[in-house]
């Protein structure tokens, strides 16, 4: 029952950069897994990357390997997502999720933040 707040979202063309914060209250934050997904207008809601409750095990799609990082920092309580060379077709809403168990667990992702709008011009 974390709540989850995401900010950080903008315009931003080509190239350029953005990060993403997930701020958490509420539950026990740190034992919690926690990701990102992200929706573009027309389709479905798609995984972005996920950080394990210690931040010792991280993932990410394929379509944002070695351009996104995501970090935690359970004393702060917040989740990142550092997003580099963005493209136009990261252009969607981006919304960090919450989990409990481990990374191997199938547990639903439960707890959602509202989002927070991307948008990369050409």
């Known amino acids: 029952q974390v709540q989850l707040v995401e900010s950080g979202g903008g315009l931003v063309q080509a190239g350029g950069s953005l990060r993403l914060s997930c701020a958490a209250s509420g539950g026990t934050f740190s034992a919690y897994v926690v990701g990102w997904f992200r929706q573009a207008p027309g389709k479905e809601r798609e995984f972005v990357s996920r950080?394990?409750?210690?931040?010792?095990?991280?993932y990410y799609a394929d379509s944002v390997k070695g351009r996104f990082t995501i970090s935690r920092n359970n004393v702060m309580k917040k989740t990142y997502l550092q997003m580099n060379s963005l493209k136009p077709e990261d252009t969607a809403v981006y919304y960090c999720a919450a989990r409990g168990g481990s990374v191997a667990d199938d547990y639903p992702w439960d707890s959602w933040g509202q989002g927070t709008q991307v948008t990369v011009s050409s």
């Open positions: 950080i394990s409750w210690n931040g010792g095990s991280k």
